[in-house]
């Protein structure tokens, strides 16, 4: 009977074969999802961005002057009003770039504004560029000001204004510090806690003494 029933599974198994039926592998388990440390742009610039490292700082090669075109371009403000970089002529400029949804920049934030107070009165201008649409990210980047005391002048980047600040590191959060005359002083991406503030201070100590 056993002999009978083993004959059975055998007979089976070759007409399966024959049939040209072939027994496949489960698929791969799913890759795990990605850590609030790493932040990719999704939104706005959509389409061209990668993760920012978060636990590292990584210097953005080949400083270079924002284009004119750059300085002098409209940005809308969070509050409906409009500015242009090249509104602070005579300041150092902090310009961050970041986003409400982005884990890295909501560590990094409370640094900076720490910052932002120890150097209030200074010839420094201090100016936060979310990279999220307006159209659907206005209540919720409200929200993020609110709760972080955020005192950054804040403002949206437009699709155009993003791309030349980011020299095609596409990632969140960057930050530059920029002269006077428009010369980029120091451009990173990234975030290392304790590490990022300490290192915009130096920039900007820098920037002043050589303004």
């Not at 300041?91 to 120890?118: H, I």
């Not at 791309?163 to 975030?191: C, K």
Request: hydrophobic residues 40%.
């Amino acid at each position: 009977m056993r002999k009978t029933f083993l004959l059975i599974i055998v007979l089976a198994a070759n007409a399966a074969a024959q049939s040209g039926r072939r027994i496949t592998a489960p698929p791969p388990p799913p890759l795990p999802p990605p850590t609030q440390t790493e932040a990719e742009v999704s939104e706005q610039p959509a389409s061209e961005t990668e993760s920012a490292p978060a636990g590292r700082l990584a210097p953005t090669v080949g400083l270079s002057s924002l284009p004119e075109s750059v300085l002098k371009r409209k940005l809308q403000s969070l509050d409906k009003g409009s500015f242009r970089l090249s509104d602070f002529g005579g300041k150092v400029l902090v310009v961050n770039l970041w986003a409400t949804w982005c884990g890295p920049c909501r560590s990094e934030a409370p640094e900076y504004e720490q910052v932002r107070k120890e150097y209030a009165g200074r010839e420094i201008e201090f100016i936060a560029l979310t990279v999220e649409d307006p159209r659907t990210a206005s209540d919720r980047v409200k929200q993020f000001v609110r709760d972080f005391n955020f005192g950054f002048r804040l403002g949206w980047a437009d699709r155009e204004t993003a791309l030349a600040l980011m020299e095609g590191r596409n990632a969140i959060p960057q930050t530059l510090v920029i002269a006077p005359d428009g010369r980029i002083l120091n451009h990173w991406r990234g975030y290392a806690r304790g590490h990022s503030s300490e290192r915009l201070r130096e920039a900007i100590e820098r920037a002043l003494a050589g303004s």
